[in-house]
């Protein structure tokens, strides 16, 4: 089954640090693969996607075919990062498989 | 405003007692697409629609329906209502026919308690 694993559900940094939450997906062809940002209180939105190779709010994220990975990074966390972050990949019939979220506190 | 709004926003019923939770978007968008968001699980797709008057299943159907008979429109049925569709509900559009390259844009969601 195609899956996306975010193996935490809570980080916590402090602010200035660097940020790296983790997504694997399972190996299937070629999918794409998003982040999507859930503020408090605000509704879920995507942050980027793998096929923009952009850099949103600062931050980037780097699909691994070999590791089948794509973490999203930050060098320098700021206090309003502090959300839910999904990763996600789409499937043979172009839906988005979702995993389970790691919620991210940025700390003073 | 472009949105996606659903309502209502927070619904407590019964087992059994049937409910609808609208799902309307101003985008002219061919897609939409429900979704129930449960801890530790993420999001599960429940129906999506690539245009009116198609719905397909997602992974988890099961004591759910809709219709798509206007493109603006996506209500979410659960006509026998049981504790486990106890969640929080998200309805999701997108510009295209669906491809996962579109962006989604969700609704605010909708708490549902069944007791």
């Known amino acids: 089954a195609q899956r996306v694993t975010q193996p935490e559900k809570l980080l916590s940094v402090f602010k200035g640090a660097p940020v790296e939450l983790k997504c694997n997906y399972s190996?299937?062809?070629?999918?794409?693969l998003f982040w999507y940002v859930q503020y408090s209180r605000q509704r879920l939105q995507l942050l980027l996607r793998?096929?923009?190779?952009?850099s949103i709010k600062g931050f980037t994220a780097d699909l691994n075919k070999g590791e089948t990975s794509f973490h999203l990074k930050k060098p320098f966390a700021q206090e309003e990062d502090s959300a839910m972050y999904y990763c996600a990949r789409s499937d043979s019939n172009y839906q988005l498989i979702w995993g389970a979220g790691t919620k991210l506190i940025i700390k003073p | 405003e472009a949105q996606v709004t659903q309502n209502p926003r927070y619904l407590i019923t019964v087992t059994g007692k049937k409910l609808t939770v609208t799902c309307s978007q101003n985008?002219?968008?061919?897609?939409m697409s429900w979704y129930r968001q449960d801890p530790g699980l993420g999001l599960r797709q429940i129906y999506y629609?690539?245009?009116?008057?198609?719905?397909d299943k997602g992974d988890v159907p099961e004591g759910y329906k809709v219709s798509r008979k206007e493109k603006r429109n996506f209500p979410l049925i659960l006509e026998s209502p049981s504790p486990n569709q106890t969640s929080l509900y998200f309805c999701a559009s997108s510009l295209g026919s669906g491809r996962a390259q579109e962006t989604q844009y969700f609704g605010p969601g909708t708490r549902l308690l069944v007791l």
């Open positions: 793998h096929i923009s190779r952009e």
């Open positions: 629609s690539m245009n009116v008057e198609v719905t």
């Open positions: 190996y299937s062809g070629s999918p794409e």
């Open positions: 985008m002219n968008h061919e897609y």
